[in-house]
């Protein structure tokens, strides 16, 4: 196992942190939800308006889930949590503004449709699997998701480690210094953020990596140090944020 991280550890850039830089407190550079979608789109012209028609199916995708068996190619979508669509973009940005991923990491989401042009408009539901992004300043790319009815988050892509670091496919567990455990979909978020409010310099995870638990550490982004492949936004979080400042200022004062 020492070998393997070794290995792992000299194909990404060295790049260890300065330590006599401050850590940024901000260390998002993008989040985002993603939505497995069992269908694709293409936007037609009906009825003198654009909207987008199914034309593929994933019906494996649909296995198990009965609330999805209107989907089918030809039909029409007019319409997400009561906003008018116009494309499969428009589609996954209603999702997003207007849903919550639930406990099983599932959108449930009230569609507006037309089977065909001689029958009647249906309200159905659309339930999709969704998966939590987390992009970091350090070049740690994380993903969550629900396994077995559980958040589990994974290790995704890295830009430097070494031997005692993160490495792709190390699925987290647990924070020592905080205590905390990586259970829900935004954990790793919200300890990370911790981390760096209190200028903590590295958090100290505890991984699941071929079949073992070990600890990694995984160095937080400082003020002029850049890991990543270019340079990080000024507004920090370039996707959706997941931590309103209202929400920040709460688990801060209180961590749950």
């Known amino acids: 196992a020492r070998a ?19 850590i940024l407190e901000d260390q998002f550079l993008q989040t985002r939800w993603e939505y497995a979608l069992p269908f694709e789109t293409e936007p037609q012209i009906v009825g003198g308006e654009t909207f987008p028609v199914v034309t593929s199916v994933d019906t494996e995708a649909l296995v198990g889930i009965e609330e999805d068996a209107w989907i089918e190619p030809g039909v029409v979508i007019y319409a997400v949590n009561g906003e008018w669509v116009s494309d499969m973009a428009a589609i996954e940005r209603f999702i997003r503004l207007s849903t919550i991923p639930d406990a099983q990491g599932k959108v449930t ?39 077995d009815g559980k958040w589990r988050t994974t ?26 455990s990586i259970d829900v979909s935004e954990s790793v ?6 981390l760096a ?6 958090a100290s995870f505890t991984v699941s990596r071929n079949g073992d638990e070990i600890t990694a550490r995984m160095p937080l982004a400082r003020d002029d140090l850049w ?11 370039a996707g959706s944020s997941p931590l309103p400042d209202a929400l920040r200022s709460s688990y801060r004062a209180d961590p749950w």
């Open 4 to 22: 393997e991280a070794l290995a792992k550890a000299a194909s990404v850039i060295p790049r260890p942190p300065l330590a006599n830089t401050p």
């Open 109 to 147: 989401t009230s569609v507006r449709i037309r089977p065909s042009n001689e029958s009647e408009f249906q309200h159905v539901t659309l339930v999709a699997p969704t998966t939590r992004w987390v992009e970091l300043k350090n070049g740690v790319v994380l993903r969550t998701e629900s396994v």
């Open 155 to 180: 290790v995704d892509a890295i830009t430097y480690s070494d031997e005692n670091g993160l490495q792709p496919g190390d699925v987290i567990l647990s924070e020592k210094n905080l205590g905390k």
């Open 189 to 194: 978020e919200i300890i990370v953020d911790l």
């Open 197 to 202: 409010f209190k200028e903590i310099d590295e």
């Open 227 to 237: 890991w990543g492949s270019g340079k990080p936004s000024k507004s920090g979080y």
